[in-house]
């Protein structure tokens, strides 16, 4: 009896393996392109962050847009649009991702890549607070200490500088607003991106436009301008949708290593490529933030650990 029941367990065990793979290749890609999009900011450097977002939001309209009517997603948001809250709420997650992206780029056209590295290494550890705050999610000891170094690094940071890492923060924020509002949506990730590109459309092809008309912007300036305009979309809309996939199909525990990989390949790019300072009081910022996210990823894994150990 025995004998039979383990081939169908690994028949069963093969799809679950087929699948975490794939997620792990969907999510693995879009952070190692998301690591490498500071090198793309840097060519755009010489054009407004106003104009480049408007750019970016503009040209993911038709690439959000392919990837539905491949997988044949188009009725659902016939139906979001026919619905006010939906459309609301997208609205406001778009607003805030807007906000989101035009501080990344402004940072790193103006030499303050570092600083967004540690943005987005602080954001699950802000994630973490607005649950507590806004969800009476009750923090384990790990997670507290964890919380606790992160303060400390931006004190450090904040000592140094003489004022609030304000950019670091408001990354971090934003990007932590917008994945807790993001789940309200009552729509697939593929689809809100597309709905909230798509509202979005609106004021940014005015602006471009106007911007065009009055001899403001940079995208027929060049050949070369078009070009790098152009892939702003590829480059917004790829890496969100792989992520999508990714997140998915593996478990969050998975994801929530994974989610260092462009904030480290950011840092790596700003101060050996880049060549941005990163002195005493960066390296002790970003220690005891590496500290703090060992134990904030210890401590999903001795939940999951303690969880699975109870289940009946």
């Known amino acids: 009896m025995q004998e039979r029941v383990q081939p169908a367990a690994a028949q069963a065990e093969a799809p679950a393996q087929s699948e975490a793979t794939r997620g792990f290749v969907f999510a693995l890609s879009a952070y190692l392109l ?26 993911s309209v038709p690439v959000a847009g392919i990837v539905l009517l491949a997988l044949g997603r188009t009725a659902d948001i016939k139906t979001a649009l026919r619905q006010p809250r939906t459309l609301l709420m997208a609205a406001l997650t778009a607003a805030i991702i807007t906000v989101n992206w035009g501080i990344y780029v402004w940072a790193i056209a103006v030499d303050r890549t570092v600083e967004t590295a540690l943005g987005y290494y602080i954001n699950p550890l802000v994630t973490v607070l607005l649950g507590a705050a806004l969800l009476g999610e009750r923090l384990n000891r ?25 950019v670091s923060l408001a990354l971090a924020l934003s990007f932590a ?12 990730p ?13 004021p940014c092809l005015a602006y471009v436009i106007w911007i065009e008309a009055t001899g403001q912007g940079h995208f027929t300036d060049s050949t070369q301008n078009i070009g790098l305009l152009m892939f702003a979309g590829p480059v917004t809309a790829i890496p969100l ?14 994801i929530g290593i994974m989610q260092y990989i462009a904030p480290t390949m950011i840092a790596v790019i700003a101060v050996f490529v880049f060549g941005e300072p990163f002195g005493t009081a960066r390296i002790v910022a970003f220690a005891l933030i590496w500290t703090a996210l060992a134990l904030y990823t210890w401590s999903m894994f001795f939940g999951a650990r303690q969880a699975k150990a109870t289940r009946p």
Do not use: C, N
Not at 142 to 166: E, F, M, R, S
């Open 142 to 166: 790990y997670q507290l200490v964890a919380v606790a170094l992160a303060i400390a690094a931006v004190g450090v940071l904040t000592v140094d500088a003489g004022g609030l890492p304000w």
């Open 190 to 202: 593929s689809q809100g991106f597309f709905l909230e590109v798509l509202i979005l459309s609106v």
């Open 34 to 59: 998301w690591g490498f999009l500071p090198l793309y900011m840097k060519m755009v450097a010489h054009i407004p962050p106003v104009e480049v977002v408007a750019h970016r939001i503009l040209w």
């Open 177 to 188: 607003a917008y994945g807790y509002l993001r789940k309200t949506l009552p729509i697939g």
């Open 241 to 254: 949708i792989l992520y999508a996939f990714g997140a998915k199909l593996l478990r969050i525990s998975t």
